[in-house]
């Protein structure tokens, strides 16, 4: 199932979180729109697609994961279609909005919830397992680069539509929720006896004896790790999604072929996978809060030679040090949450924190647009962009384990 989630992972991944960026440049020659507007819409995308993460992991936890993929399917695949057809600015806003309910609703937080569930032990080298598939995602990229330069933006946004569905479809009905309904305990460490309780326990009532440092959402939610995590993960995504988005029409602005940009932005997604699954198993080994400050400051290295970029060496230098700890963080920080507070809420948990980070790094790619209208540059914001990842190599080195209240209310 892990597998399974992986190749969804690339496919989703691919043409949302970093193929869409390539849509950019072909939008701007047909309507001369600005690079603010363009970073607007999916800024507003983003943090859509986030505000659906609450539902989405309360869904998943109620209802299992597959039937919250197939809605969430059906609405991003149909949305790309939906895409190929606008012709204003309000049309483009609307489209995006829809697109990113259906991403946020159907993929992420059912698969890393999923995870969880089958997962204790060896959560870290699961998550990256999972999470490698947005790294080999980049694979997309020069596919949606060449479907835009043979077919034009809108066939190719069809395309992208009818594949989603053709490659999503039969993955998802593989998936089960948790490794009780198929009568094994969590990192299959053996199988459920005739005398035990082989149905999950439902959101909000008692957890099995076995599962330790269960908490709900409210008693998360008055932890300072929980806090300190958030905070961390949304400034990170601020400068992190306003890098991504902008990479291609970045290097393009510096001199660099849109080919070779692809090349670059498909580099620096493969290579992250190195981080997801190489700090994704060194958090199951060493504390895990140590592993993502690591991954902060490789991100922080990255970042800076990547806003200093005036030849191929130095790109080629950005993505070996941003990659691997932007890739890294990502499946260290959900196995931090599922050790700190369990997997009983942890789709809600996870929801939760997933939308609070989305609001505060929704401005990141519009900050980034605004300041190259102004200035003509992409420079100026990506130097300012190194800083997030200080604050939040300092939140995360504070954020101890919880401590779970006794006699805390049981309910969300």
């Known amino acids: 199932?892990?597998?399974?989630?992986?190749?969804?992972?690339?496919?989703?991944?691919?043409?949302?979180?970093?193929?869409?960026?390539?849509?950019?440049?072909?939008?701007?020659?047909?309507?001369?729109?600005?690079?603010?507007?363009?970073?607007?819409?999916?800024?507003?995308?983003?943090?859509?697609?986030?505000?659906?993460?609450?539902?989405?992991?309360?869904?998943?936890?109620?209802?299992?994961?597959?039937?919250?993929?197939?809605?969430g399917l059906a609405i991003f695949a149909s949305g790309f279609?939906?895409?190929?057809?606008?012709?204003?600015?309000?049309?483009f806003y609307v489209v995006l909005l829809f697109m990113a309910t259906g991403n946020g609703l159907g993929f992420f937080m059912p698969m890393v919830t999923t995870v969880a569930n089958w997962f204790r032990k060896k959560s870290g080298v699961a998550m990256g397992i999972?999470?490698?598939?947005?790294?080999?995602?980049?694979?997309?990229?020069?596919?949606?680069?060449?479907l835009i330069d043979d077919f034009g933006w809108r066939v190719a946004?069809?395309?992208?539509?009818?594949?989603?569905?053709?490659?999503?479809?039969p993955s998802i009905f593989v998936i089960r929720r948790r490794p009780e309904d198929c009568g094994y305990l969590p990192d299959c460490e053996g199988r459920i006896g005739d005398e035990q309780e082989s149905a999950p326990?439902?959101?909000?009532?008692?957890?099995?004896?076995?599962?330790?440092?269960?908490?709900?959402?409210?008693?998360?939610?008055?932890?300072?790790?929980?806090w300190c995590i958030t905070v961390a993960h949304g400034i990170t995504g601020l400068?992190?999604?306003?890098?991504?988005?902008?990479?291609?029409?970045?290097l393009v602005s510096i001199g660099i072929s849109a080919e070779i940009a692809a090349v670059g932005l498909t580099a620096m997604t493969m290579v992250s996978t190195v981080g997801r699954l190489g700090f994704g198993w060194l958090g199951d080994i060493f504390t895990k809060r140590f592993v993502m400050a690591a991954c902060f400051a490789l991100q922080f290295l990255g970042t800076a030679v990547f806003a200093a970029i005036d030849s191929l060496w130095l790109l080629a230098l950005s993505i070996l040090l941003f990659s691997p700890g932007n890739g890294g963080q990502m499946p260290i920080r959900v196995a931090l949450q599922r050790e700190y507070y369990g997997r009983r809420a942890f789709g809600v948990t996870q929801g939760t924190m997933t939308l609070i980070a989305a609001v505060i790094s929704a401005v990141g790619p519009t900050f980034a647009g605004w300041v190259f209208d102004v200035t003509g540059s992409y420079r100026p914001a990506f130097w300012i962009l190194t800083?997030?990842?200080?604050?939040?190599?300092l939140l995360i080195l504070i954020a101890v384990p919880p401590r779970q209240r006794r006699g805390s209310a049981s309910g969300q």
């Open 239 to 250: 400068s992190f999604h306003a890098v991504i988005i902008h990479t291609i029409p970045y």
């Open 201 to 226: 326990p439902k959101a909000g009532t008692s957890a099995p004896a076995s599962e330790e440092g269960e908490f709900t959402v409210r008693e998360a939610l008055r932890s300072r790790s929980f």
């Open 130 to 146: 999972l999470q490698a598939g947005y790294g080999v995602a980049g694979i997309v990229i020069p596919v949606i680069v060449w």
């Open 387 to 393: 800083l997030p990842y200080v604050a939040a190599f």
């Open 1 to 71: 199932m892990v597998l399974v989630m992986h190749v969804i992972a690339i496919v989703s991944g691919g043409v949302w979180t970093y193929g869409f960026g390539a849509f950019i440049l072909p939008l701007t020659r047909e309507f001369g729109w600005t690079r603010a507007e363009l970073s607007l819409g999916l800024s507003l995308s983003r943090l859509e697609g986030s505000v659906e993460a609450p539902l989405s992991g309360y869904l998943t936890d109620r209802f299992g994961p597959r039937k919250v993929m197939l809605v």
């Open 157 to 169: 946004s069809v395309i992208i539509g009818l594949g989603l569905v053709a490659i999503c479809l």
């Open 81 to 91: 279609i939906l895409f190929s057809l606008i012709n204003s600015l309000l049309a």
